[in-house]
């Protein structure tokens, strides 16, 4: 791997595609005459600041060009995706389509899968990624330093650690969100007008998430230290454990999981 080597994104002007490509482009990881990225239509939005990025509808011309492949279309439309990549690296975003068969549909070994989310858009993703074969330390720089352009990054040691972090992470901010809605919900029922309650609901968790996200701030510590403080805070934590919101969230988790599974099931025949 080295710092000239193109990079070719399938599906790049999507939604994690596009952030991604962009952030690598923000960072200068990549320089914008070796990107290239395809879409249905052969043009991509979200690339005008850089009009060297070449754009592609044709895949196959795409991987011919390219040294490292990001697949970055919906598991749906991997089917359709007929590309030969041998000894290329080829990095899948997408969820539930198992590295085997991405070795075998795109004739390279050299396969990584990854789980951006979408706060890759702001540069605040974290991304597990996983090797198929054991990778050299050049691409684990390169893959790790590919994903830091848009966030935190760590490669795990066992595909099942990214179907499992597909809904942990990979949700970004769906799983808040909800948690969120349901703030607002209350809100409005007891009585705040609903500009208000949404305005105060993304205001605490815009402060929690800044809070949290501080390296030396510990989450259980900040648990403990209302528990400890016994007020009011104290008394919704504990009626809102009573309630069963931790079987809840690990029920969600599950969900995620298991559908990550079936579809690399499915996938797998
Ligand atoms: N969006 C997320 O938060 C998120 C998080 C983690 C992983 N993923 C994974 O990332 C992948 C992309 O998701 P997304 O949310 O960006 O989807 P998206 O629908 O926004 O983007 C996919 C893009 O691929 C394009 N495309 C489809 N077929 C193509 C083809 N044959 N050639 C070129 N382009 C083609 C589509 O037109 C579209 O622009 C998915 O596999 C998903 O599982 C998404």
Same mark, same amino acid.
């Given at each position: 791997?080295?710092?000239?080597d193109?990079i070719g994104?399938?599906?790049? !002007?999507?939604?994690?595609? =596009?952030?991604?490509?962009?952030?690598?482009?923000r &960072?200068?990881?990549?320089?914008?005459?070796?990107?290239?990225?395809s879409?249905?239509?052969?043009?991509?939005? !979200?690339?005008?600041?850089?009009?060297? $990025? =070449?754009?592609?509808r044709?895949?196959?011309?795409?991987?011919?060009?390219?040294?490292?492949?990001?697949?970055? $279309? =919906?598991p749906?439309?991997f089917?359709?995706?007929?590309?030969?990549?041998p000894?290329?690296l080829v990095?899948?975003?997408?969820?539930?389509?198992?590295?085997?068969?991405?070795?075998?549909r795109t004739?390279s070994?050299?396969?990584?899968?990854?789980?951006p989310?979408?706060?890759?858009?702001? !540069? =605040?993703?974290?991304? /597990?990624w996983?090797?198929?074969?054991e990778a050299?330390?050049k691409?684990r720089?390169f893959? &790790?330093?590919m994903?830091?352009?848009? !966030? &935190?990054a760590?490669?795990?040691?066992?595909?099942?650690?990214?179907?499992?972090m597909?809904?942990?992470?990979?949700?970004?901010?769906?799983?808040?969100?909800?948690v969120?809605q349901?703030?607002?919900?209350?809100?409005?029922a007891?009585?705040?007008? /609903?500009?208000v309650a949404?305005?105060?609901?993304?205001?605490? $968790?815009?402060?929690a998430? &800044?809070?949290?996200?501080?390296?030396?701030?510990?989450?259980?510590?900040?648990?403990?230290?209302?528990?400890?403080y016994?007020?009011?805070?104290?008394?919704?934590?504990?009626?809102m454990?009573?309630s069963?919101?931790?079987?809840a969230?690990?029920?969600?988790?599950?969900?995620?999981?298991a559908?990550a599974?079936?579809?690399?099931?499915?996938?797998?025949g």
């Amino acid at each position: 791997m080295s710092g000239t080597d193109v990079i070719g994104i399938i599906g790049g !002007g999507g939604w994690l595609g =596009r952030a991604l490509g962009r952030a690598m482009l923000r &960072q200068t990881f990549v320089d914008p005459r070796a990107l290239v990225v395809s879409s249905r239509s052969g043009h991509c939005s !979200g690339y005008e600041e850089w009009p060297q $990025v =070449r754009m592609f509808r044709d895949n196959r011309a795409l991987a011919a060009q390219a040294d490292v492949v990001v697949l970055s $279309v =919906r598991p749906e439309d991997f089917d359709a995706i007929d590309i030969q990549a041998p000894g290329k690296l080829v990095i899948s975003l997408m969820a539930g389509v198992p590295a085997n068969l991405i070795s075998q549909r795109t004739k390279s070994r050299r396969v990584v899968r990854a789980m951006p989310n979408a706060a890759a858009e702001i !540069g =605040r993703s974290y991304t /597990p990624w996983f090797s198929l074969v054991e990778a050299s330390a050049k691409e684990r720089t390169f893959v &790790q330093s590919m994903f830091e352009t848009c !966030g &935190q990054a760590d490669e795990v040691p066992q595909e099942s650690d990214i179907d499992y972090m597909t809904g942990l992470t990979g949700s970004g901010p769906a799983l808040p969100a909800l948690v969120s809605q349901a703030m607002i919900n209350h809100a409005i029922a007891r009585g705040l007008a /609903p500009s208000v309650a949404r305005r105060a609901v993304k205001s605490v $968790v815009a402060g929690a998430s &800044q809070l949290l996200a501080a390296d030396d701030v510990d989450i259980p510590s900040v648990i403990d230290t209302f528990l400890a403080y016994d007020g009011t805070t104290a008394a919704a934590l504990a009626a809102m454990q009573r309630s069963g919101l931790e079987p809840a969230i690990h029920a969600g988790l599950e969900a995620a999981e298991a559908r990550a599974m079936s579809m690399s099931a499915e996938r797998n025949g």
